[in-house]
């Protein structure tokens, strides 16, 4: 808001750089505003289900009760010390496979978790790290919860 109370808002325009992103006035006229508005709306509604004439503000979650504690389990299902010698079965059912090092990286993850140690992936770009964590993400899930 400047001193005038006009509002001005920072841009950054498709297919440009940042570095090129331009203050613009709150009655800036937009190209096919209205016709992109409701291209937006439509694919809301099919996503989500929403109706375009009136979004929902929020959606309040309604609680379940479940026979399942909220506490996690006093021993896990299968112990996260335990070294992968090969891939884990919900890995290779995928039809995707892990590399070596990417096994080995696995295997340090819960290593790690199992004794409570912070740990980062690091390394070059490219290598794995993204399907490593969500291998032992869902490793912990399937296996230490004993969860399906």
Excluded at 54 to 61: E, F, G, Q, V, Y
Excluded at 67 to 77: E, I, L, Q, R, T
Excluded at 126 to 144: A, C, D, M, N, R
Aim: aromatic share 12%.
């Amino acid at each position: 808001v400047d001193r005038k109370a006009n509002y001005h808002y920072l841009v950054k325009w498709r297919d440009l750089p940042y570095d090129q992103a331009t203050w613009e006035e709150d009655e800036l006229e937009i190209p096919d505003y209205h016709t992109l508005k409701v291209a937006y709306w439509n694919h809301r509604e099919m996503c989500i289900g929403e109706e375009p004439a009136r979004p929902k503000k929020t959606k309040k979650l309604k609680k379940v009760k479940e026979s399942v504690s909220d506490k996690p389990p006093s021993s896990p299902a299968i112990e996260p010390t335990i070294k992968y010698e090969v891939q884990p079965d919900f890995v290779t059912v995928t039809g995707g496979t892990l590399h070596m090092y990417q096994l080995e990286g696995l295997n340090w993850l819960r290593f790690s978790w199992a004794q409570g140690t912070d740990t980062i992936l690091a390394d070059e770009m490219g290598l794995g790290k993204t399907i490593q964590t969500i291998v032992f993400l869902y490793s912990l899930y399937k296996e230490v919860c004993g969860l399906e």
